[in-house]
């Protein structure tokens, strides 16, 4: 427009309808100028995301069009609430561990899910050591933190429409419990690039001292089904076998030692916690091998969907602020969703996934519970079914489809994703990117899918 224009984030800007733009008056009265000036802004806004959002103090996705911390929430810990203050339902506190079993079995998350953290890497930290390890459990809907002695149960909530949702609940004695959402201070951790830039779980390895203090100068890993099995599990207990792939769990890492003199061996195919840790006080003896790995994979494609989601909102709000008509799309927003969408769909279908060289096995029965779960084809085939010598799961499509957070997802980036998924799984030939899947797992998944989706699946 031969005008200055300040992008969003950058020095010297000040507050406006797009967070910071500058734009002299005779532009203003110039509306085509205008609007391409605006699209500039917009793409440049959505191309550094980082850069605005520690410039100005807040996250992208507390703004609109997200407006993250003021639209309610809609998941299985907000609907708890609900019930608890119609008189519905009730939580039962009992000790040690106040709130915690009661409301595992309100969110029916299973106790094999257990996963003991002794690195100080939680909101708790002064509570967490070796000794008095956190512990963790999950299921496709939540995830919940326990701590020794904490003052709170740490709790997310995967939310259809938000992404992650964080809570705690006071270790209280109540007649009605309050279970409270975060008003930013999870987000500190749980909203940085190890999140893809979105609220979300993560699970990080981390080199791990006596003390239960993470060795930050040592380097840090975020593990999912693409990390090393040298990377995973640092400041983690980890019980169950898996041959001669050595990892970074049941080691105290020496701080007068560089990491390359690390006795990984030592931590290696442990099947009972007794030596290192006191489990009594927990709902579990075990640490389960297999259910880290899946709460690895899991974590991540939650924050994939919750990416995906954000960027065809912001698409769309961008598209409305340039007053295009109807249901158009410009070519920015139709670029945020096939991104977004392509790299969600690359993770469902473990592109990149760590080929196992050994076979895993678990120690907590978590291996054939998790396996059991899920719908079944009229072969008895699962997209839950875990296979554990090659590779993660037997049939290679994450059962996380089945999910509201894969569902819900807005109409044109779930387009996309089913578009392109029939696309793979009725190739007649495995040239392509994913040509990790054989057409036979190819036919296997789409057989599956016509059988437990046939809403989906049945259209192709």
Not at 8 to 35: N, T, V
Not at 165 to 170: A, G, I, R, W
Not at 197 to 224: A, E, H, K, M, W
Not at 417 to 443: M, N, P, Q, W, Y
Request: net charge positive; with cysteine; proline share 6%.
């Amino acid at each position: 427009c031969g005008r200055s224009l300040v992008i969003p984030g950058w020095a010297g800007a000040r507050s406006g309808p797009w967070g910071a733009e500058r734009m002299p008056s005779p532009a203003r009265k110039r509306p085509d100028c205008l609007r391409r000036a605006l699209f500039l802004a917009a793409l440049v806004a959505l191309a550094v995301p980082a850069v605005r959002s520690h410039a100005q103090g807040l996250f992208d996705f507390e703004r609109e069009p997200i407006d993250y911390h003021r639209k309610p929430a809609a998941n299985v810990v907000s609907r708890l609430q609900e019930r608890i203050n119609a008189g519905k339902v009730g939580l039962k506190f009992s000790r040690p561990r106040g709130y915690l079993d009661s409301l595992l079995e309100q969110l029916k998350i299973p106790v094999s899910t257990q996963a003991l953290v002794f690195s100080k890497s939680s909101a708790q930290l002064r509570q967490i050591s070796p000794s008095r390890p956190r512990a963790l459990y999950f299921n496709d809907k939540a995830y919940v933190g326990w701590v020794q002695g904490g003052d709170v149960l740490e709790i997310i909530a995967t939310d259809p429409e938000l992404g992650s949702v964080f809570y705690t609940l006071k270790q209280e004695e109540a007649g009605k419990p309050l279970l409270v959402r975060d008003k930013g201070q999870c987000l500190q951790c749980h909203a940085r690039p190890r999140t893809r830039d979105v609220p979300g779980p993560v699970v990080r390895s981390l080199y791990t001292g006596s003390d239960g203090q993470p060795i930050f100068n040592y380097g840090y890993y975020v593990s999912d089904h693409t990390s090393p099995f040298a990377e995973r599990w640092g400041g983690y207990y980890v019980t169950g076998t898996h041959g001669r792939m050595f990892h970074m769990g049941n080691i105290l890492a020496d701080r007068s030692l560089p990491p390359e003199k690390i006795d990984y061996e030592a931590g290696a195919n442990i099947t009972d916690l007794s030596s290192l840790v006191d489990t009594a006080p927990y709902l579990s003896r075990h640490s389960d091998i297999a259910a880290l790995m899946v709460l690895e994979h899991q974590s991540q494609l939650q924050n994939l969907a919750t990416r995906a989601r954000y960027e065809e909102t912001r698409g769309r709000y961008y598209d409305k602020a340039l007053e295009l008509s109807g249901d158009f799309q410009s070519d920015l927003s139709k670029r945020l969703v096939i991104r977004a969408g392509d790299e969600l769909l690359r993770y469902m279908l473990f592109t990149g996934e760590h080929k196992l060289s050994s076979p895993v096995k678990g120690t907590s029965g978590f291996t054939a519970e998790f396996s059991r779960r899920g719908p079944r084809d009229r072969k008895g085939r699962s997209l839950y079914q875990l296979d554990l010598r090659t590779r993660l799961f037997r049939y290679p499509l994450s059962y996380m489809i089945y999910t509201d957070s894969f569902r819900k997802l807005p109409p044109r980036v779930l387009a996309h994703v089913t578009r392109r998924l029939r696309e793979v799984l009725t190739a007649k030939s495995v040239d392509d990117e994913f040509s990790h899947i054989g057409l036979e797992s190819r036919r296997a998944i789409l057989e599956i899918l016509k059988d437990t989706w046939p809403g989906l699946a049945g259209k192709w």
